[in-house]
């Protein structure tokens, strides 16, 4: 039996190219489904609405028929609750495992998506502030404010994306594992690529391309 990749494609596993030869990888990570589902995907809320109504079902039902009855009238929406979270985790599942995040000394890559794949590149100089949501369990988000022109669609790249950021949208790294050590991984890349001098080259007005810090 063989293994079949959806992303054999790739020279190297998230990202779309080689990289070049002054630039590495710090780390390469997935968000975890059960949090994804949670947190992104309202688990918890949907859990939480089907109990509601098999409870209220239950006591509807107590007027009329014994308990034990009337708990029975309880099931199909004890059912319909287990098969709309299943689906949420389905959803999740898949998500985590489509998604590559990376980070670079240079940049923040995401490959994204489970129907239409994309491979977002955040250099670092586009990246204003990092914000990290940081939960008990160890995992959390880490989210990406850009600075300048640079705009992303939220309906795009959600669920990897900072909630409620929708006209100034936020890339994010989300519901990663060890998020505190990760955020600490990019802090120290970002500082180090911001810090180093970018020259570019500029063309004079006496037509001699000259270089400019």
């Known amino acids: 039996m063989t293994h079949h990749d959806d992303f054999n494609f790739e020279p190297i596993r998230g990202l779309p190219e080689q990289l070049p030869e002054d630039e590495h990888i710090l780390w390469q990570g997935a968000p975890d489904p059960k949090a994804l589902a949670r947190e992104a995907l309202g688990l918890r809320w949907v859990a939480g609405y089907f109990v509601l109504l098999t409870v209220w079902r239950i006591g509807v039902s107590t007027a009329d028929y014994p308990l034990t009855q009337s708990m029975a009238h309880g099931i199909p929406f004890v059912l319909a ?19 590559v995040y990376t980070l670079t000394n240079k940049r923040v890559a995401m490959r994204i998506g489970a129907a239409l794949t994309m491979t977002l590149n955040l250099p670092y100089t586009w990246i204003g502030t990092a914000k ?17 022109d640079t705009k992303l669609s939220y309906m795009m790249t959600w669920p990897h994306v900072r909630p409620w950021r929708i006209t100034r949208t936020q890339p994010a790294l989300r519901c990663i594992k060890d998020a505190a050590d990760i955020a600490a991984i990019f802090a120290e890349a970002a500082e180090t690529r911001i810090s180093q001098p970018q020259v570019t080259r500029v063309q004079s007005t006496d037509g001699n391309a000259v270089a400019a810090e």
């Open 81 to 99: 609750g287990l098969i709309a979270c299943g689906i949420i985790y389905g959803i999740a599942y898949v998500q985590a495992r489509s998604t």
């Open 132 to 148: 990290l949501d940081a939960k008990p369990s160890g995992h959390g988000t880490l989210a990406f404010e850009l600075i300048g």
